[in-house]
């Protein structure tokens, strides 16, 4: 779908199922464990700088937020309906989280705001190949030196049962078309491709298919 220009693959697929999304995801996902487990290893201190790249309803940021008030938090989505949910779950009490209609890129960020940290949940399975790989050699340029990256999505499928609750699931959802790819496996290799060592940390079994945790930091220089 369209919004404001911009043109992307919504939350659950359909803007008409957004306002469920939250529900869906805690039900369908275990998102008591794996959100519990990404929050962890996302590690939030005082002095971050944390992006979150398709931030959807803010949940994440918003977890992230409550457990280090002090950190400074910028979620991105392209979804305006979306974003609407996430500044609402804020309120009026914080003002270190910011939301912002758009895809990442050098502009939507504040000048000189180098992230420490560039975070995302969910959202490179919605997403084509050329834009898997385009939002990971993004992340990669914008990240401040010695930053990190944490990834959270579908990742490769290992078992049967795994691959037939992605296909009954997820795939019923949101297509084929951009989903196989994270099926089998593609993120560590475009994370590689961008110059990021990565270390998938957990993989989690759900009944929608297992999700994948990843850390990755820059080795090297990003290729152009
Ligand atoms: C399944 S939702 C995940 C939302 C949230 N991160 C979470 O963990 O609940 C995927 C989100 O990615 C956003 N999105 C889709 N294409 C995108 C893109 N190219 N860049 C950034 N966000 C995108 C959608 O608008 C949607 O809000």
């Known amino acids: ?125 919605q997403t084509p190949l050329g834009t898997k790989r385009e939002i990971i050699r993004m992340m990669r340029s914008l990240l401040a030196e010695n930053g990190e990256i944490h990834i959270a999505d579908y990742g490769k499928q290992q078992s049967v049962l795994m691959r037939l609750l992605f296909r009954l699931t997820v795939q019923m959802l949101d297509g084929v078309a951009d989903t196989q790819s994270n099926a089998d496996g593609i993120l560590p290799e475009l994370m590689h491709e961008a110059g990021l060592k990565v270390d998938e940390t957990r993989r989690l079994v759900t009944p929608t298919g297992s999700i994948s945790l990843y850390r990755a930091t820059p080795y090297g220089l990003l290729a152009p």
């Not at 369209?2 to 359909?14: A, I, V």
């Not at 918003?62 to 910028?74: G, H, K, S």
Request: glycine share 8%; aromatic share 8%; proline share 7%.
């Open 1 to 125: 779908m369209t919004d404001r220009g911009y043109s992307y693959t919504p939350p659950l697929g359909h803007a008409w199922l957004t306002p469920l999304y939250d529900t869906a995801i805690r039900v369908s996902t275990r998102e008591g464990v794996w959100r519990s487990a990404f929050i962890k290893q996302i590690a939030p201190s005082p002095s971050d700088r944390i992006l979150d790249v398709g931030c959807g309803t803010g949940t994440l940021a918003v977890a992230l937020n409550r457990l280090e008030p002090e950190a400074d938090i910028i979620g991105i989505d392209p979804d305006s309906q979306a974003l609407g949910r996430a500044a609402a779950k804020v309120g009026t009490g914080s003002r270190s989280i910011r939301f912002v209609q758009g895809f990442l890129s050098q502009a939507i960020l504040p000048a000189s705001w180098k992230p420490t940290k560039i975070i995302s949940s969910l959202v490179f399975h």
